[in-house]
């Protein structure tokens, strides 16, 4: 059983991975995923014992709060955050800028205001309040579930300091100054921090709302008045919606599921879905997909999937599922996050004994230096560094037409050394041109001829058949009458004509067929009475793909079943090595050789592409292939452009190298500043505004992927 929930208050990766640890301590619960960044907690659970209302509330009591998912649930806990964020910040910023203006102004000018640190404080201890409420109950929590996280840093920085204060001021230490601004500051600059950061987040997400938007929340539902034998239309829930249903849609209208014409013609732009600009028409048993919108004219559309399994709520769902999957690299900074707190804790501590004992400074200037240290640790910016960048560039991708469904497909593919292509419906266009029908027997005419090969051909699914029959069908050539139709794997098509049988395809040890060309003959009676010449012609863009990827030091390969007259013509004609005559166990075994030497990426569209898909380090389906292939490949292509693979891969390094740059920052920040307010050369206020801003660099940095110039 899959389980989803929403949980909220959580900051960073280390309250992320207090709830993730939390939850695997359930028997029989296994692949938790917690994400900070959008409110989400899934897992699997085989247990029939396991009780989520106790779940609840053991994440209830960690500091969190959790319920299960519901439908379109994440933008309402996104705004409940924000709400609550903002509220607070408010609240504390009401009390701490005056607090903070008073105290600067008292220090830079000679003047005297009456009980002005008895004012001090009690401007101070809402702030505290507000910050314990927020911040400490998740710390105390944290602490007893042995899993300290953020909030620990934030609450002991600025209690040390107010506590520090309040003990100069009610003790009434003359030289000793009071810190009730600083602990004041940095609770507001930490939920200033958490609200941008809250924001940022949200506009990561802004790819994969523009996806659910597509899928409209009613439809006009067409149903039978019996009692006067007509029709009525009335507006529905999309959900609601039942496989067989008639639903009504006109131009201006977006398709509310998958379905098929069932009455009418109508125009319709797939571009959200496909990439394809150009409108296509639809008429008695096309397909038509949710999301698309209608141009021109007005249909009757027969329900073909529920709206959970429309086109569109797969693509969602494989967009979020890549966004969920870790790539290796972000290990890096989870294993990092998962000690910073009691580490930066013990770095404070120390901190504090070496300046007071060892370098002999005042107890003022110690403290000062430990609360520094709490003040300025950060372990958000590494949580953030790996996921928000995932995000940016999985929405990205799926606003080209690319669907990544891992998140490490995204790495491997900015790794790729070598890959491999299948040849039909992948470097060429699976489309096939025909010449002139040549005869070979004067008994029977061309205009016969292509009566034959189209009436057979229409009961095979071989791409050359499938090609043949859209050929003779857009020449309006006339079907003749036959018998006994079968089509026979590894053959062709055989049936009877006139009591005559006749075959189309390799029937005959006698092949009347030029090495140099493909072609199709036709026996009847085991004579071949004609052939025709056929030829299959490379996508428009393979050139253009092939060449990018030289450049970029990728090696292309030719991998395919096809003869090696057919597989050598494509790749004098592209530059690169091939292998022909590969039955799909054979591409295993080529993939699994060249994997010795480096990454290898796999591209195919045909069922017998698909063990070749899932072997490879990257399997890369194209859109228009089998359900197959697409089901077993971590990157589908949705339009028949190879070059989208040249925008996947220009994604996926921009991907990775985001990755990098923030993991950079996040570690340069810490291992710089930790140090610097240990040496006492950092005010903690200051810490605190840097600390608050740290994370909010990242998904900045993050967010840039978004307009980074990527080929298309």
């Known amino acids: 059983?899959?389980?989803?929930?929403?949980?909220?208050?959580?900051?960073?990766?280390?309250?992320?991975?207090?709830?993730?640890?939390?939850?695997?301590?359930?028997?029989?619960?296994?692949?938790?995923?917690?994400?900070?960044?959008?409110?989400?907690?899934?897992?699997?659970?085989?247990?029939?014992?396991?009780?989520?209302?106790?779940?609840?509330k053991e994440i209830q009591n960690l500091g969190y709060h959790a319920q299960i998912k519901q439908e379109q649930e994440t933008d309402s806990a996104f705004e409940?955050?924000?709400?609550?964020?903002?509220?607070?910040?408010?609240?504390?910023?009401?009390?701490?800028?005056?607090?903070?203006?008073?105290?600067?102004?008292?220090?830079?000018?000679?003047?005297?205001?009456?009980?002005?640190?008895?004012?001090?404080?009690?401007?101070?201890?809402?702030?505290?309040?507000?910050?314990?409420?927020?911040?400490?109950?998740?710390?105390?929590?944290?602490?007893?579930?042995?899993?300290?996280?953020?909030?620990?840093?934030?609450?002991?920085?600025?209690?040390?300091?107010?506590l520090y204060s309040l003990y100069v001021l009610l003790f009434n230490i003359k030289e000793a100054h009071l810190y009730f601004e600083t602990a004041a500051t940095i609770i507001t600059l930490v939920?200033?921090?958490?609200?941008?950061?809250?924001?940022?987040?949200?506009?990561?997400?802004?790819?994969?709302?523009?996806?659910?938007?597509?899928?409209?929340?009613?439809?006009?539902?067409?149903?039978?008045?019996?009692?006067?034998?007509?029709?009525?239309?009335?507006?529905?829930?999309?959900?609601?919606?039942?496989?067989?249903?008639?639903?009504?849609?006109?131009?201006?209208?977006?398709?509310?599921?998958?379905?098929?014409?069932?009455?009418?013609?109508?125009?319709?732009?797939?571009?959200?879905?496909?990439?394809?600009?150009?409108?296509?028409?639809?008429?008695?048993?096309?397909?038509?997909?949710?999301?698309?919108?209608?141009?021109?004219?007005?249909?009757?559309?027969?329900?073909?999937?529920?709206?959970?399994?429309?086109?569109?709520?797969?693509?969602?769902?494989?967009?979020q599922k890549a966004q969920q999957n870790r790539p290796r690299i972000q290990k890096i900074g989870d294993d990092i996050a998962a000690i910073f707190v009691p580490v930066v804790i013990g770095i404070a501590l120390l901190t504090f004994v070496l300046s007071f004992w060892a370098a002999e400074k005042p107890l003022e200037a110690s403290f000062l230096n430990a609360v520094a240290v709490l003040a300025i640790s950060c372990p958000c910016a590494m949580g953030l560094a790996t996921p928000t960048a995932i995000m940016v560039g999985v929405g990205r991708a799926s606003q080209m037409s690319i669907l990544?469904?891992?998140?490490?497909?995204?790495?491997?593919?900015?790794?790729?050394?070598?890959?491999?292509?299948?040849?039909?419906?992948?470097?060429?266009?699976?489309?096939?041109?025909?010449?002139e029908v040549q005869v070979l027997n004067p008994k029977y005419s061309k205009t016969e001829i292509e009566s034959l090969f189209l009436s057979f051909q229409q009961h095979s699914n071989h791409p050359i058949a499938v090609s043949m029959v859209r050929h003779y069908t857009q020449k309006k050539v006339n079907t003749v009458s036959i018998q006994q139709v079968e089509s026979i794997v590894g053959k062709g098509v055989q049936g009877y004509y006139q009591g005559k049988l006749v075959q189309i395809g390799r029937f005959n040890a006698v092949q009347v067929q030029d090495k140099e060309v493909q072609q199709v003959t036709l026996w009847i009676d085991q004579s071949p009475v004609a052939f025709v010449r056929f030829y299959d012609t490379l996508k428009a863009d393979s050139q253009q793909t092939i060449q990018y990827l030289k450049s970029r030091g990728i090696e292309p390969i030719l991998l395919s079943g096809d003869t090696e007259v057919n597989c050598k013509k494509v790749a004098l004609q592209l530059g690169i090595e091939y292998f022909c005559n590969v039955l799909p166990a054979d591409k295993l075994h080529y993939i699994e050789r060249y994997q010795k030497s480096g990454v290898v990426a796999m591209v195919g569209d045909g069922i017998n592409d698909a063990p070749a898909l899932k072997q490879a380090n990257v399997g890369i389906a194209i859109g228009s292939g089998t359900q197959v292939a697409i089901a077993s490949a971590d990157v589908v292509l949705r339009t028949d452009k190879l070059y989208s693979i040249v925008t996947a891969?220009?994604?996926?390094?921009?991907?990775?190298?985001?990755?990098?740059?923030?993991?950079?920052?996040?570690?340069?920040?810490?291992?710089?500043?930790?140090p610097i307010a240990a040496l006492g050369w950092l005010n903690p206020m200051i810490g605190a505004l840097i600390m608050a801003f740290s994370d909010v660099v990242v998904i900045g940095n993050s967010l840039r992927l978004r307009s980074r110039k990527i080929e298309a």
């Open 191 to 319: 939920i200033l921090g958490n609200w941008l950061e809250a924001v940022s987040i949200q506009k990561t997400q802004s790819a994969l709302k523009s996806l659910q938007q597509l899928q409209p929340s009613v439809a006009n539902l067409v149903q039978k008045d019996y009692f006067n034998d007509t029709e009525i239309v009335r507006s529905v829930p999309v959900k609601e919606l039942e496989i067989g249903d008639i639903v009504l849609v006109k131009a201006g209208d977006t398709i509310p599921t998958d379905g098929i014409v069932a009455e009418g013609d109508i125009e319709v732009n797939e571009s959200m879905l496909t990439g394809e600009s150009i409108p296509q028409y639809k008429r008695n048993q096309d397909c038509v997909l949710s999301g698309t919108l209608v141009m021109q004219g007005s249909a009757k559309i027969k329900v073909t999937q529920k709206s959970t399994q429309s086109l569109v709520q797969e693509i969602i769902n494989l967009v």
């Open 80 to 162: 409940q955050e924000h709400s609550l964020l903002r509220t607070k910040l408010l609240q504390s910023s009401l009390f701490a800028v005056p607090l903070f203006l008073l105290s600067m102004t008292s220090m830079f000018v000679d003047m005297h205001i009456p009980y002005q640190k008895w004012i001090e404080l009690g401007l101070c201890v809402p702030v505290m309040i507000i910050g314990w409420k927020y911040f400490g109950r998740s710390a105390v929590r944290s602490i007893r579930n042995l899993y300290p996280n953020m909030d620990v840093l934030i609450t002991m920085s600025s209690s040390t300091a107010f």
């Open 649 to 674: 891969h220009q994604i996926a390094q921009k991907t990775v190298q985001t990755i990098k740059q923030n993991l950079f920052w996040a570690f340069f920040y810490n291992s710089v500043g930790i």
């Open 404 to 435: 990544f469904k891992d998140g490490r497909a995204i790495e491997n593919l900015a790794r790729i050394k070598f890959i491999f292509f299948d040849k039909t419906g992948t470097l060429t266009t699976g489309n096939f041109t025909f010449d």
């Open 1 to 56: 059983m899959k389980v989803c929930l929403t949980v909220t208050g959580m900051h960073c990766t280390s309250c992320a991975q207090s709830v993730q640890k939390l939850i695997q301590k359930n028997k029989g619960v296994h692949n938790v995923y917690v994400n900070f960044a959008t409110n989400e907690a899934s897992f699997d659970v085989d247990n029939p014992d396991f009780k989520i209302e106790t779940l609840l």
